[in-house]
């Protein structure tokens, strides 16, 4: 029986890259209240700084790509009383705000982007399913929206480079995913990521497997239906390449 490929996300989905994200985003929520003067009690700082990151991608052209520097001329704004869509709309129509310069902005937000530079450390069992794919004969292949330089850096430091096949950097829509089944068949081709919108539903239209392999954040469009749309729910990544061996030699679903 011909082994299938597995295409796999990489952040949030072999590395934790929302921990990266949440001591950046908590910093640079602390810094502009230093700097506004605007201390608040907020319940949980962290969401506070998604709903207005959230906000922002779902109305900018980039999505989640969108200039830095815009976050944090939300969050100033939103630290003297805009609400999360309204100071998105106005950043992204160009509104220059009041409460910050651009060039101090722009500052902190390449401090935002350094932050954000630090290797993520590996979620765990990645290594325990890495190791059983290869046991297993499954070629893997990490595909990624986001540069292919830095997930090899990643890769290289965490020393997973003979369990990876190749670096894919793509969009990842219906037309991509036919295009990397095609290359692959008649091997059947799973894919395995953590957020059903990039990585579930375009993968099962263009006729592949697939796995969701649920991260600690979900961004609120997201959060209705995405589970349902995969062949299975992994617990962790070790959970998902058993899955997809025990898929494969049974030849039916798992249950």
């Not at 999505?63 to 100071?87: F, K, N, Q, S």
């Not at 579930?200 to 592949?208: F, L, N, Q, T, V």
Request: aromatic letters at 6%.
């Amino acid at each position: 029986m011909t082994k299938p490929v597995v295409l796999c996300d990489a952040d949030n989905t072999l590395w934790d890259t929302d921990s990266v994200f949440a001591t950046a985003q908590r910093t640079l929520l602390d810094v502009l209240e230093t700097r506004l003067d605007r201390l608040s009690d907020l319940s949980d700082r962290i969401e506070y700084v998604r709903r207005y990151d959230q906000a922002l991608a779902s109305r900018h052209h980039l999505h989640l790509r969108y200039p830095p520097v815009m976050l944090v001329i939300a969050l100033a704004e939103g630290l003297t009383g805009r609400a999360p869509d309204e100071a998105a709309t106005l950043v992204i129509a160009g509104h220059r705000s009041a409460h910050i310069s651009l060039s101090e902005a722009q500052k902190l937000a390449a401090d935002f982007l350094g932050l954000l530079s630090t290797l993520p450390e590996l979620l765990p069992t990645v290594k325990d399913g890495l190791k059983l794919a290869r046991e297993e004969g499954i070629p893997l292949y990490v595909v990624t929206e986001g540069r292919i330089d830095k997930q090899k850096q990643i890769i290289t430091h965490h020393k997973l480079t003979h369990y990876i096949e190749a670096i894919f950097e793509i969009t990842k829509t219906q037309s991509q995913f036919e295009r990397l089944r095609q290359r692959f068949h008649p091997a059947q081709t799973v894919m395995v990521g953590d957020q059903p919108d990039r990585d579930i539903e375009p993968a099962k239209r263009a006729g592949c497997e697939t796995v969701l392999v649920p991260s600690r954040f979900l961004p609120s469009w997201n959060r209705v239906g995405g589970a349902r749309e995969a062949s299975y729910k992994a617990r962790d990544f070790g959970d998902a390449i058993r899955w997809v061996a025990q898929h494969v030699e049974r030849g039916h679903d798992a249950p």
